[in-house]
């Protein structure tokens, strides 16, 4: 039983009306019941109910956990919308899931989406952290052209995954646990030749995730399974 309460502050919280409509209505949950709420950013606190409302349900903090689950890695992955809505929705969920810090959607030359509904894929991200018992919430960024969202990246373990032709490593070849990763997985047709190029200007370097040639969403899950297990072997 765990709640998003996004805005928690002190030792007294009201749930909004959806959570409490939950609680009360679904879980039909009483006085004195203890459950678990998220804030996303790392805390997780048990509360117990004090006041039963289907619209506003009281609840008394009785433990905080901050920082609960941290990771000892961040990972960011640039990614390219699938066509088929709900391809993209199942990276974001079990994303969320495996576990990752932060999404920023592309539109790349062979994009075959160029819009996203935002807050729903918010809503899907939230359910799949409180399905999956964590409280830290991904960052989801708006779509970004590509060109413009390579120039920004920073870190030095940066990598592009791509099928073209060239010198591609491994990525266990490549990676040391516990490094902050960018990672930039293209669309269906994958990054166009030019594309590639720029990211390694930019010093991403090119990667093969194996010998299948994978859809944009498994493509997404197994860098998270990748650095998953890389992390925690």
């Known amino acids: ?127 799949a952290m409180k399905q999956s018992g964590k409280a830290y919430l991904p960052q989801l960024n708006e779509m970004t052209p590509f060109n413009k969202w390579i120039k920004t990246q920073t870190t030095e373990h940066a990598y592009i995954a791509h099928c073209n032709e060239g010198d591609r490593q491994s990525l266990k070849t490549v990676y040391q646990n516990n490094q902050n990763t960018i990672f930039a997985i293209g669309p269906e047709g994958d990054f166009s030749m030019q594309e590639v190029t720029q990211a390694n200007t930019c010093g991403f370097k090119s990667i093969s995730l194996g010998t299948s040639r994978l859809r944009t969403e498994t493509a997404g899950v197994a860098v998270c399974n990748y650095m998953y297990f890389l992390n925690n072997p």
């Not at 009201?14 to 804030?39: F, P, Y």
């Not at 619209?55 to 961040?74: A, L, M, N, T, W």
């Open 1 to 127: 039983m765990i709640f998003y309460t996004p805005d928690i502050n002190g030792v007294h919280y009201i749930l909004n009306e959806e959570e409490s409509a939950h609680a009360v209505r679904v879980l039909r949950l009483k006085a004195g019941d203890v459950i678990t709420l998220v804030d996303g950013r790392g805390n997780r606190y048990r509360a117990r109910i004090v006041e039963i409302h289907h619209k506003r349900c009281g609840v008394e903090i009785v433990e905080h956990q901050p920082e609960f689950d941290k990771r000892s890695y961040r990972l960011h992955i640039g990614i390219a919308p699938t066509k088929n809505m709900d391809r993209f929705e199942w990276f974001i969920e079990k994303a969320t899931e495996i576990g990752i810090d932060e999404i920023t959607p592309l539109l790349c030359e062979h994009s075959e989406r160029k819009h996203l509904n935002t807050e729903r894929l918010q809503r899907v991200m939230i359910a």
